[in-house]
């Protein structure tokens, strides 16, 4: 499998594609990384320095991998954070182009926009963009609870109604929609849990909520998901794997006491995933 990544990048610390390139390696997966800034570190320090990479400078980068003959094997292009307003013309061209060169590609969009704690943290016009022209263009996006509300003008809450935002997003074009952060008023104390959508059916797993923020886990979570989905059409499969090795990620960070993700200290949670956590088909 070879997944076009666009993506940002930091040198320290672990986001966008610094956070997805080395998961999906270690599962055996050919990346392209495109980079779409190259920071320092992440934003969310406060202060970073490197440059926002232009969109034509982009653009030129995804022409050149064309150049080489490279789109007729691509079978995933991934993106996340899109920092500014241009980006996303790029995105959906480099999309466009992947499809034309090998129509069995998909488009996974992860919307970042923000969560329910912090609100919006992107710019104004990202948001109204996202849900008006770049999700419409996905085959699969992997929004949290709060990003998903958002795209569809729902509230989602309890399962009937995230399951019913999720439908409401898939109708906007994407086939598949995994929420990577369900937070039911009716669930037991100090669990999250993560749900997929597909045209086949729903299906749900809860784990323990590790009590830390971090940074790239979203990235990390996106790739893996699509890359298991890719590779069997299997949306629950992809669920638990996913869930298990992101689980596992965030428990050595947490139990580190570090920061930054421990990407590399628990990949052999990537290459060969516990499957720790029960799947529960609710649809």
Known sequence: MKILSIQSAVAYGHVGNSAAVFPLQRIGVEVLPVYTVNFSNHTGYGAWRGPLISPDDVRDVITGIEERGAFADIDVVLSGYQGGEGIADVILDAVARVKAANPSAVYACDPVMGNAKSGCFVAPAIPVLLRERVVPAA??????????????????????????SADAARAMGPSTVLVTSVERPDRPADTIEMLAVTDEGAWIVQTPRIPMKAN????????????????????ADALAKTVSSVFDLLTTTHESGARELQLIEAQEYYAHPRLQFAVSQVR
């Open 216 to 235: 790239g886990s979203g990235d990390v979570t996106a790739a893996l998901f699509t890359a298991h989905y890719r590779a069997t059409g299997d949306a």
């Open 139 to 164: 085959d699969i996006i992997t929004p949290n609870q709060f990003e998903l509300g958002f795209l569809t003008d729902t509230e989602p809450g309890d399962l009937a109604s995230t399951l019913a």
